[in-house]
């Protein structure tokens, strides 16, 4: 006859934590603002159907900066190159020339709707460019609507 009792193994639960969980040093402010959403922030910096190249390169580099690489090369602008009357090619940036093309205006809704037909007729892919162009879409709906700030 055994006397006592057999061992078992319990689960370990973690303890339930409620109330405040900040770590003890931790300042809190009673005016804490929630940080801009992306598209917002983009919208708030230019305007797709009134854009310069200048502007289409600071776009291609906040996508690449969120993680956004493939969708930032449509937004890319084409490099700056002169074939001279010689057959030879020279860099225009940081020319007057240059930066009169990189200050020209123009729709980048066109733009890219140029480049999905070009692709078409050849056949060639177009998921990325009717992806950013549905992201124009909601930069440009970000544009048109007021911001809502619930802690106001």
């Not at 940080?35 to 917002?40: L, N, Q, S, T, V």
């Not at 900066?65 to 057959?87: I, R, T």
């Not at 060639?124 to 106001?152: C, G, H, W």
């Amino acid at each position: 006859m055994q006397i006592g009792s057999s061992t078992s193994a319990l689960p370990i639960t973690p303890a339930q934590k409620s109330g405040n969980n900040l770590p003890p040093n931790t300042p809190v402010t009673g005016n804490m603002q929630p940080e801009k959403p992306f598209i917002r922030e983009l919208a708030e910096s230019f305007d797709p159907k009134n854009m310069s190249y200048k502007e289409s390169m600071e776009l291609a580099n906040a996508l690449m900066k969120a993680g956004e690489g493939d969708l930032s090369s449509a937004f890319l602008p084409p490099p700056l190159l002169k074939v001279n009357s010689d057959g030879s090619v020279s860099d225009m940036r940081g020319t007057p020339e240059g930066e009169a093309k990189m200050n020209a205006k123009f729709n980048m809704f066109d733009v890219l709707e140029a480049r999905i037909d070009f692709n078409k007729s050849m056949n060639m892919p177009t998921k990325l460019l009717e992806d950013s162009y549905s992201f124009l879409e909601k930069i440009q709906v970000a544009r048109n609507t007021p911001s809502i700030n619930e802690y106001t």
